[in-house]
């Protein structure tokens, strides 16, 4: 079945930086990518949708500023954290969805951790 | 109200076991259903769409009930390998709704 990768699994960083995680769908083109957000023992919130070529969809309550999408590419969507804090540690997920395919491909997931 | 509810459970089983988990929805437009399930600090994996029919893939049984906007999934002779969170899950528009998740413990 189809592949999406997602790096880094991991993040450890300071606050104040900027995380950078990268989603790429490996055998079929993502159309769409959808970020996604989970905080221990609830469910997976959606953050943005984005569409290649153009910019992202933010759901209410997400600032665009702080969390950058950059979807240049069929196979590449990249989600940066800016100026990461404490309370932005969470579960980051992304899935890809191909043209007219309803189905949902997930990447493994990102645990950031912000000290 | 949430948009898509859950139990959170956790559902304690022994081995053998019949279990089943619920899940409303609120929204009415909501067209396309499914169970996921995600183990801990992994990513979701679809186990199944619901028809409005009612659908069975092996031990897995889903229900849709569009009235009650009710979906359920019943898990017949639970296994140890089925411990994990059961994610209901509805679309909005081209955008998928996820519950919280019913934790799901099967013990030998």
């Known amino acids: 079945g189809a592949v999406v990768s997602q790096h880094p699994s991991r993040v450890i960083c300071k606050s104040g930086t900027s995380v950078k995680i990268e989603c790429r769908s490996l055998?079929?083109?993502?159309?769409?990518m959808f970020w996604y957000r989970q905080f221990p023992k609830q469910s997976l919130m959606l953050m943005a949708t984005?569409?290649?070529?153009?910019?992202?969809?933010?759901e209410q309550g997400v600032e665009k500023d702080k969390f950058l999408i950059n979807h240049a590419s069929l196979t590449l969507s990249t989600l940066t954290v800016t100026s990461a804090h404490p309370e932005d540690s969470s579960f980051y997920i992304c899935?890809?969805?191909?043209?007219?395919?309803?189905?949902?491909?997930f990447g493994s997931g990102t645990q950031l951790s912000v000290l | 109200r949430k948009e898509v509810e859950q139990d959170p459970g956790p559902f304690n089983v022994p081995e053998g076991a019949t279990v089943a988990f619920n899940c409303t929805y609120s929204?009415?437009?909501?067209?396309?259903f499914f169970w996921y399930r995600q183990d801990c600090r992994k990513e979701p994996k679809l186990l199944m769409s619901?028809?409005?029919s009612g659908n069975e893939d092996g031990r897995f049984t889903a229900q849709l009930n569009r009235a009650s906007q009710y979906i359920s999934l019943l898990i017949r002779d639970s296994k140890l390998s089925d411990s994990a969170t059961y994610l209901c899950?509805?679309?909005?528009?081209?955008?998928?709704?996820f519950g919280a998740g019913t934790i799901l413990r099967v013990k030998s």
């Open positions: 899935s890809a969805q191909g043209a007219g395919n309803e189905k949902l491909f």
């Open positions: 899950v509805v679309n909005r528009g081209n955008k998928l709704v």
């Open positions: 984005s569409n290649e070529g153009s910019k992202a969809t933010y």
């Open positions: 055998d079929f083109q993502a159309t769409t």
């Open positions: 619901v028809y409005s």
């Open positions: 929204n009415s437009a909501s067209q396309s």
